[in-house]
């Protein structure tokens, strides 16, 4: 499922999230990539989802390394810009290039790095998840994927693809968060009884 960066169970954040703003969550989903990396915020409040921001930081054709700090630097304004309690990213998917995932994996890691050095927990998904969990079927192509996280947001047109897929992880870990919460509930009233 989701595999943490931060060690907090997250029951127990959506607990302090409850306490701390009346039961309102942000969550930051981002598309990582070493020329694109899509981003997207999303607010949950009992159940809803609500549309924040998304774009892109596109890097231009530089050397890796200052590609990895644009990623970095981006990453980390947003995060100071729109405050969120939690972020969400793809895990790398890799198929027949191995060069391409190992730059994809440092793009990534200088996301998740600009998340933790804010104190954000990190949830990772698969591709496969992300889909599953917004289309409802695994092997969704990015406009079926466009479709519903338009759809899920109620947005005036359809975003761009890496924003879509962001916005997609962040509503994966929106529902993931949401699920696992209803289950400690239920397992803490099942143990009261």
Same mark, same amino acid.
């Given at each position: 499922?989701?595999?943490?960066?931060?060690?907090?169970?997250?029951?127990?954040?959506?607990?302090?999230?409850?306490?701390?703003?009346?039961?309102?969550?942000?969550?930051?989903?981002?598309?990582?990539?070493?020329?694109?990396?899509?981003?997207?915020?999303?607010?949950?409040?009992?159940?809803?989802?609500?549309?924040?921001?998304?774009?892109?930081?596109?890097?231009?054709?530089?050397?890796?390394?200052?590609?990895?700090?644009?990623?970095?630097?981006?990453?980390?304004?947003?995060?100071?810009?729109?405050?969120?309690?939690?972020?969400?990213?793809?895990?790398?998917?890799?198929?027949?290039?191995?060069? &391409?995932?190992?730059?994809? *994996? +440092? =793009?990534?890691? !200088?996301?998740?790095?600009?998340? @933790?050095?804010?104190? /954000?927990?990190?949830?990772?998904?698969?591709?496969?998840?992300?889909?599953? &969990?917004?289309?409802?079927? *695994? +092997? =969704?192509?990015? !406009?079926?994927?466009?479709?519903? @996280?338009?759809?899920? /947001?109620?947005?005036?047109?359809?975003?761009?693809?890496?924003?879509?897929?962001?916005?997609?992880?962040?509503?994966?870990?929106?529902?993931?968060?949401?699920?696992?919460?209803?289950?400690?509930?239920?397992?803490?009233?099942?143990?009261?009884?």
């Amino acid at each position: 499922m989701c595999r943490k960066s931060i060690l907090m169970p997250l029951s127990q954040m959506i607990l302090k999230v409850e306490q701390e703003q009346g039961g309102l969550m942000r969550i930051l989903g981002v598309d990582p990539g070493s020329r694109i990396t899509g981003f997207g915020v999303i607010e949950i409040e009992n159940g809803k989802l609500r549309y924040v921001t998304s774009g892109c930081i596109k890097m231009k054709d530089k050397a890796l390394p200052a590609r990895l700090r644009t990623i970095f630097e981006g990453m980390s304004e947003i995060i100071e810009n729109t405050e969120p309690d939690a972020m969400a990213i793809e895990e790398v998917f890799v198929s027949r290039n191995a060069h &391409s995932a190992l730059i994809l *994996g +440092q =793009a990534r890691g !200088a996301a998740i790095s600009a998340g @933790v050095s804010k104190g /954000l927990s990190v949830g990772e998904y698969t591709a496969l998840q992300i889909k599953k &969990s917004v289309v409802g079927y *695994g +092997q =969704a192509d990015k !406009a079926q994927v466009q479709h519903m @996280v338009r759809t899920i /947001l109620v947005l005036d047109a359809v975003p761009q693809e890496d924003a879509a897929d962001a916005l997609a992880c962040a509503i994966c870990h929106g529902h993931t968060l949401e699920h696992n919460h209803r289950m400690s509930k239920q397992q803490g009233r099942g143990t009261q009884a």
